[in-house]
T-cell receptor
Framework: GAVVSQHPSWVICKSGTSVKIECRSLDFQATTMFWYRQFPKQSLMLMATSNEGSKATYEQGVEKDKFLINHASLTLSTLTVTSAHPEDSSFYIC????????????FGPGTRLTVT | KQEVTQIPAALSVPEGENLVLNCSFTDSAIYNLQWFRQDPGKGLTSLLLIQSSQREQTSGRLNASLDKSSGRSTLYIAASQPGDSATYLCAPLTGTASKLTFGTGTRLQVTL
């Protein structure tokens, strides 16, 4: 149980285009989902926290107009990178917190974004 | 602001050795602490979750301890195997913000 999926697993896009990444909790309801980014050989940095049905809360320094987050249901959150640039190339990982578990977070397999 | 440090940054051991990974954090007001492993280019796999009221948690060859007051946790791996090679991350959940803060990880290599 407690499986989180992400789609796509990798994506290459041209500079200036937008890319949408999906995060799904497959076998549990997630009241809260989190989006992280990870640069090579670095740790995970939290970008934003989203609660189902409400606006995401962004961490300091993360542009909310560039990284659009939608958490429309208890099993789906999406991250859209708008007008992507090469510096947005990174590994994006989502996680989900179950409404019944004691704050344990389950992580997706990640999405590798390359902007050319 | 919570800060997490993991020592050592990298570790190489021969198969069969027991080893200890260390994690320290600056804000002791945590709700719990999770240990994860990350294989190259992959997401995170949760290994152990230890509640703030617990001192230890065990799963198979893994044992995590927590000393909340001193801001420390250790992950003990018994009888290491090549399949244990990965980066190990600790992440305390800070009580007030309910956010995980990640350390920079320990990159473990278990050799034959």
């Amino acid at each position: 149980g407690a499986v989180v999926s992400q789609h796509p697993s990798w994506v290459i896009c041209k500079s200036g285009t937008s890319v949408k990444i999906e995060c799904r909790s497959l076998d549990f309801q997630a009241t809260t989902m989190f989006w992280y980014r990870q640069f090579p050989k670095q740790s995970l940095m939290l970008m934003a926290t989203s609660n189902e049905g409400s606006k995401a809360t962004y961490e300091q320094g993360v542009e909310k107009d560039k990284f659009l987050i939608n958490h429309a249901s208890l099993t789906l959150s999406t991250l859209t990178v708008t007008s992507a640039h090469p510096e947005d190339s990174s590994f994006y990982i989502c996680s989900a917190r179950s409404r019944v578990s004691s704050y344990e977070q389950y992580f997706g397999p990640g999405t590798r974004l390359t902007v050319t | 602001k919570q800060e997490v440090t993991q020592i050592p940054a990298a570790l190489s051991v021969p198969e069969g050795e027991n080893l200890v990974l260390n994690c320290s954090f600056t804000d002791s007001a945590i709700y719990n602490l999770q240990w994860f492993r990350q294989d190259p280019g992959k997401g995170l796999t949760s290994l152990l979750l230890i509640q703030s009221s617990q001192r230890e948690q065990t799963s198979g060859r893994l044992n995590a301890s927590l000393d909340k007051s001193s801001g420390r946790s250790t992950l003990y791996i018994a009888a290491s195997q090549p399949g244990d090679s990965a980066t190990y991350l600790c992440a305390p959940l800070t009580g007030t913000a309910s956010k995980l803060t990640f350390g920079t990880g320990t990159r473990l290599q278990v050799t034959l």
